[in-house]
């Protein structure tokens, strides 16, 4: 009787399939790193980014954050103010009287000399005197002490931001007015105190003297007839399209149209206001109510999407449950699901608001980059925002705006990040899950 049990050669298959398996295995392990490395580097790009970009804009703004003032002891001569005409005085005489003092080499009756030494001081510190005796008209015969604003160059100078080392003709100040600056210093009349005034001071051409209290009135103004107008209509639109409207080809028309709005570059909606707001309506030029009113348009399509989105994250058995009990449609939307999309819908509106924040080329066109020297009261007073300040200090070939255009910079990204900060913690607070 023959064997025909078969006869096996070779390796085993058993075998040779586990070791198919691990080099598999090893090949998915090797990609899975490879992968997983090239997301920390993007990851670690980024950030660097980040720290680069904000890096430089401290480093290139914290000089605006401190402020040369020189403080000097000015007579209030009765001679130069008439208690008729307060504002008519001689307030230079008096502070290039006060100056004098200080250099008793200088013939300070000669107009030219004068001037040599009187511009230390800021163009705003007469203005500033003047202010004092208006509100004070007391102080005319006495001797007080007032602080003022030093000028530009000389901010400069006291910060180091003029080399001294650098030879006299490729400088802005010569040997002779830095050793001005350096015997009012020795004098102890020269102070560098947190510039409180790059807050509590509108706009001027004068680096030393401007501020961005002008635009941000102006962006609260403008963000506020913003929320105002989208907010509302806003919902009632999500709410109408995601609840009430039927669905058929109309309304996957608007669908569309709304979300192709969303990605619309924001010039275009400046253009629009342009052409419709001051065009055919005639509303004011520069005005935070026409500002607010063109980024609402912007700003509609993103609270659209984002309560949308809320609205559907609501599970179906929460509406079913209201139907259930015998609650009209009106009360299961107001009563029941609006309440519990609410959290989503404040935080659509507050990173729309935030991103409405920062655009810049809508109110270009409306022309809120005007210079404007006094803050606005109100939402037809013509004012700047923040980002258009931004703009115009960036434009500026002064070399103190350069600074002062980086602190702007910071400034409005603590707002943008302090309106995203408050998106994350009304969601966590408010969020409900299922």
């Not at 904000?54 to 401190?66: C, D, E, F, I």
């Not at 947190?194 to 962006?219: C, H, Q, V, Y």
């Not at 659509?348 to 655009?359: H, K, N, V």
């Amino acid at each position: 009787m023959t064997d025909t049990t078969p006869e096996t050669s070779g390796p085993n298959p058993s075998h040779s399939t586990t070791e198919m398996v691990r080099q598999s295995l090893a090949r998915r392990n090797r990609k899975q790193v490879v992968l997983q490395g090239f997301g920390v580097a993007a990851i670690a790009f980024a950030l660097s980014m980040l720290v680069i970009l904000v890096g430089s804009l401290v480093t290139s703004g914290y000089p605006a954050l401190t402020q040369t003032h020189v403080a000097l002891e000015v007579f209030v001569d009765p001679e130069e103010v008439d208690p008729d005409n307060l504002p008519g005085g001689g307030y230079d005489e008096m502070l290039a009287a006060s100056l004098g003092s200080y250099f008793p080499d200088v013939d300070m009756s000669d107009r030219a000399s004068a001037r040599t030494v009187t511009k230390i001081l800021s163009n705003g510190a007469q203005l500033q005197l003047r202010e004092q005796v208006i509100e004070t008209p007391s102080l005319i015969g006495e001797t007080i002490t007032i602080t003022v604003p030093a000028a530009d160059n000389y901010d400069q100078l006291n910060k180091g931001l003029i080399q001294r080392a650098t030879p006299e003709e490729n400088r802005r100040l010569n040997d002779a007015e830095i050793a001005r600056f350096d015997t009012l210093d020795a004098a102890g009349a020269i102070s560098t105190p947190l510039n409180t005034a790059l807050i509590t001071s509108a706009d001027s051409r004068f680096p030393e003297l401007a501020g961005l209290k002008g635009a941000i009135i102006g962006s609260f103004w403008a963000l506020l007839t913003c929320f105002l107008i989208s907010f509302p209509i806003g919902i009632g639109a999500a709410i109408y399209l995601e609840e009430f409207a039927p669905k058929n080809r109309l309304s996957d028309i608007i669908e569309i149209n709304i979300n192709n709005l969303a990605a619309v570059p924001s010039v275009v909606f400046g253009l629009l206001a342009l052409a419709v707001f001051l065009g055919w309506f005639g509303m004011p030029r520069s005005a935070p109510l026409v500002g607010g009113m063109t980024l609402a348009l912007m700003t509609l399509p993103t609270i659209i999407i984002a309560t949308r989105a809320a609205l559907k994250a609501v599970p179906p058995s929460i509406r079913e449950a209201a139907l259930g009990v015998g609650a009209s449609k009106q009360q299961v939307v107001f009563h029941h699901v609006l309440p519990l999309a609410m959290p989503g819908i404040l935080t659509g509106t507050i990173i729309g608001l935030a991103q409405a924040l920062g655009e810049t080329a809508p109110l270009l066109l409306i022309g809120m980059n005007a210079f404007i020297t006094s803050a606005p009261t109100g939402p037809f007073d013509s004012a700047t925002a923040l980002p258009t300040q931004i703009f115009i200090w960036a434009d500026s070939p002064e070399r103190g705006f350069v600074s002062r255009t980086s602190a702007a910079i910071l400034v409005l990204l603590t707002f943008l990040i302090t309106m995203n900060a408050i998106a994350i913690y009304l969601r966590q607070k408010f969020e409900r899950k299922w």
